[in-house]
Structures are given as structure tokens and as C-alpha cells.
């Protein structure tokens, strides 16, 4: 009896590990795409710019 308490609770301590490994993963995970969604928005700001400056110099 003492074993599968034993083996339960070690079963139910890495399932703890897991589930703050997963949520730390999903965490890096939105940074890493909120960075690069960023990058691209200034990347078409820039281009939104040079074309507002283009129709005005018509």
C-alpha cells in the first residue's frame, strides 16, 4: 500500500512539473510570436509611410 502511495504521489508531482513546464512554454511561445508580429507591423508601417509620402508628393 505504501508503494502505490509512493508512485501516485511521485506520478502526481511530475504531473505538477509538467503542467508549469507546458504553461512556461506557451508563455515563451507568445512572446517569441508577439515580437515578431511587432517586427512585421513596424516593417509595414514603414512601407504604409513611404507610400502615404509617395501619394502626397503627386
Do not use: P
Request: proline residues 0%; charged residues 20%; glycine residues 6%.
Amino acid at each position: 500500500m505504501a508503494l502505490a502511495t509512493g508512485i501516485f504521489g511521485l506520478l502526481n508531482i511530475l504531473f505538477i512539473i509538467s503542467l508549469f513546464g507546458l504553461g512556461i512554454y506557451a508563455l515563451v511561445t507568445f512572446i517569441k510570436f508577439m515580437k515578431q508580429k511587432q517586427a512585421s507591423d513596424h516593417e509595414l508601417n514603414e512601407k504604409l509611410s513611404l507610400l502615404i509620402e509617395e501619394i502626397r508628393s503627386k
